[in-house]
RNA sequence: GCGCCUGUAGCUCAGUGGAUAGAGCAUCAGCCUCCGGAGCUGAGGGCCACAGGUUCAAAUCCUGUCAGGCGCACCA
């Protein structure tokens, strides 16, 4: 599994040292267990850590100093990649890695580029992964928004660690809600042409956008030359209403930067006759019944807390009907693996679905639901309140107007799904570092300012083959580095988890390290204020004369290899923004 | 009543069973002759809700209690 070339290095000699100790009889590891490398919490122990005397303590039946030892004997003769193996108790093996192989990370990123940090984890598996899908019943609103961001970001995340991703909408055109929703307009448009006395539908959809699309749909009969136009009210919110919404729908989200590669239909699913099809299956394998005039699913036996019906006792079917049709038609399309993205209030609903996937014949871990928390809107520290019903809400499609789309995916994906978020309009305005996507795309834009000044004083940032790398002989230096080396692995971790914040974090955590780095350090030569020559051409001066913060000189050395360290940091930075679906501006 | 999620610094939150629990904000004290101050440095601040248990090792796993959020339809 590519992780880095520093961590693939520690784990293959982990690897050759534990198997040569069991050659020789030292150990006796009867089972190989799986060796992870830490981070050490206090970097003054050493570069990375691992646990695995500690692990194979009870299995070895002895000491986990004993067994460190014994390990660590061994590692101290690759000395080609380990500078210092020290055992700490109870059982630790503090690594330090070998000066030279920190400064292959910048080699390895350099040709890499826009690949660097991907893996091949997940063997090229197929992932369905179903988001947003919102009923075409109105606009997105901010809950949608998170489930976009999380759902835009986990779909990169899984496509860079080697999973064959495909992204779905299933759109609810169909059953009761499209039905309110029709009579909402139809009420709306007859009101419009003269109708006062007309019943608006008991937990109708109200609200602005209801009659923007009743005025919309009397404009198109009109135009379509349609006299009278109310006889074709019914038909026209029936099969019109929704498709406008959807279009809408279908325009925020591109506006947010996502795509869908599939769009499916649940109406399709009744036309084609797949709900009745898939209830015949069902039934032939014994896991419906009748009572009460309505048919049912026989979930319990599958764990769920009761059984649920599928057909009402009027005939019609419930939304599990279809939607059970709907996961028997993508098991059926041979995915490895269903990862659905849902709001935190329809949590109920697994434990049925992974029942029909279960009666379906597949595993119930085939369906991984993500629940996704609720986003609290605060405006001025004070929440703003959010009501469908009423009509008072607030859009994701103006949210991304005011704060545009890159703070607000940022500011989705800096909370885990489970955690509850407060959404605060004026932070994500703000353009400082108390804003962390400005603080992030800063650290971004700030390295291609950098670069685009190298430039006019004719100073090209060069490929890591011609650099001296001995002159990057500072903790800072390497502190960097090794942030940087921790990508790839830190990529595989988020997407094992199915955790896109992580990510966020690390970024942020580099974007710090370089800033801290910036300030410190000075890269290019000063320009004094007597070097210009007439056409104002910035000349540089005299190498020696540069001197940094730490009284440090300054070599055309030195400032070659720093410039060459901050393209990798820029391109890691640019790399993990791309995953998060976030632009790293060259310019802010 | 039952189920799902959450409880970590004053606030908002990170923290894949490992060492001395971290970040941002807020507070206080500092830093621009120079590559972008949209930046940087430092300080204070913690019975990781509580109580048991598992483990060589628990904020992390298990059980219970308390508190908050969200669900418990022949709606979607």
Redesign the pocket.
Known sequence: MPVGVVREAVLSTLREVLEDARAAGDLKLTTLPAL?L?????N???DL?T?VA??L??SERRA?REIAEIIAGRLRAHSDVLERI?V?????I?LTIKRDLWFQVLAEIEAQGERYGRSTLGLGKRVLLEFVSA?P?GPLHMGHGRGAALGGALANLLLATGYEVTTEYYI?D?????K?LAESVEACCRKLLGQPDVEFPEDGYRGAYVEELAQKLIAKAEAEKRDPVLPHLERLCTEEAYRLLLDEIKSDLQGFGLHFDTWFS?RGLFETGAVDRTLEVLKAKGHLFE????LWFRSTVFGD??D??V????G?????A?DIAYHQDKLGRGYDLLINIW?????????RMQAAVEAFGYPKDRLKVI?V??V?LLRGGQRVTMSKRAGEMVTLREVVEEVGADAAKFIFL???A?????FDLDLAKQ??????V??V??AH??V???F???AERGIAVPSTGSVDWTVLNSPDDLDLIKSLSEYP??LE?SA??M?P??LT?YL??L??RL??Y??????????LERELDSQDHLKPVAPEAG?G?KGETLTPALTAARLCLFRSVQTVIRNGLGILGVTA????
């Open positions: 992870v830490d981070v050490p919490k206090n003054t122990w050493g850590a646990t500690m692990n303590s009870a986990p020290d700490a108790p109870p059982g630790y503090n009923n019943t609810n169909a059953g009761r809600q499209m309110l649940e009572q009460d005039g309505a807390d009761k649920r019906v057909r009402k006792q009027d019609e079917f419930t939304y599990l279809s709001g935190a209030d329809h949590h109920g609903y697994i434990l629940l928390q609720i609290n800096t909370r885990r489970d955690s509850q978020l407060d353009q400082s570092a108390e804003n962390p400005y603080y795309q800063y834009a700030r291609a300012s950098l685009r000044v190298a692995a830190l971790a094992q988890a955790e914040h992580r974090y942020q955590d974007a710090a800033h801290a910036y300030y410190k350090h000075r890269i290019l030569p000063p320009v001197q913060r501006p060259e310019r802010m």
